[in-house]
């Protein structure tokens, strides 16, 4: 019998899956798959990717229904929040303030059971960690991990593992533009869902 993996999320997680025949993308998610099936061939996963580009939580949760619960995952992989400090940084709308991330993402995780869920912290705003936009994503990254703590979630240390990469070098970049994933960053990600879910092996 397959596990049914989705992966929901915004622009990081979407990453064209609509002009791809598979609807998984060009990025992490694909990756994950294929490394996945590389290194695991006796697993039978089905990997279905629900990232939507510019998507903020209040986005994810108007979608949720759909995406999420209508989609039946045994696992369901939840990548969200950049775009909610990306926006305070642009003046764009919708503003969400951390504690409206944390009372809408509760909502969310309320809403779904017997899932296994993989929450995976905001990455980055900047690649120099002491961007601005990196200062103010850590109270959304501090929400995923209190959040996964209390839900019994595998969370993924996805900011965590793109400072340690920054501590040590800057080239090749992460990002192409500072938020959205180049080759290395889509490795990084791959290989810290694959980790923290106890399949890198």
């Known amino acids: 019998m397959k596990t049914r993996v989705v992966f929901i999320g915004d622009s990081i997680t979407e990453s064209g899956r609509f002009f791809d025949e598979e609807g998984l993308g060009t990025g992490y998610v694909r990756l994950i798959r294929d490394l996945c099936a590389a290194r695991h061939p006796h697993l039978d996963f089905e990997w279905i990717n629900r990232g939507v580009s510019g998507d903020a939580i209040v986005h994810l949760e108007s979608r949720w229904d759909r995406d999420a619960i209508a989609t039946r995952p045994d696992w369901l992989s939840i990548s969200i929040g950049i775009n909610?400090?990306?926006?305070?940084?642009d003046g764009r709308e919708p503003i969400i303030s951390a504690g409206m991330y944390e009372e809408i993402y509760r909502r969310l995780l309320d809403r779904v059971a017997q899932v296994k869920l993989i929450l995976m912290e905001p990455s980055l705003l900047g690649e120099d960690p002491a961007s601005i936009g990196n200062r103010m994503l850590r109270p959304y990254v501090d929400c995923v991990g209190r959040l996964a703590r209390e839900y019994g979630a595998v969370?993924?240390?996805?900011?965590?593992?793109?400072?340690?990469?920054?501590?040590?070098r800057r080239s090749p970049?992460?990002?192409?533009?500072?938020?959205?994933?180049?080759?290395?960053?889509?490795a990084l990600f791959a290989a810290e869902w694959l980790r923290a879910v106890?399949?890198?092996?």
């Open 84 to 89: 909610d400090v990306w926006n305070q940084l």
């Open 155 to 168: 969370l993924v240390p996805i900011h965590a593992a793109c400072l340690n990469y920054l501590k040590h």
């Open 173 to 186: 970049a992460l990002t192409v533009d500072g938020v959205h994933l180049a080759g290395p960053g889509n």
């Open 198 to 201: 106890n399949l890198w092996d």
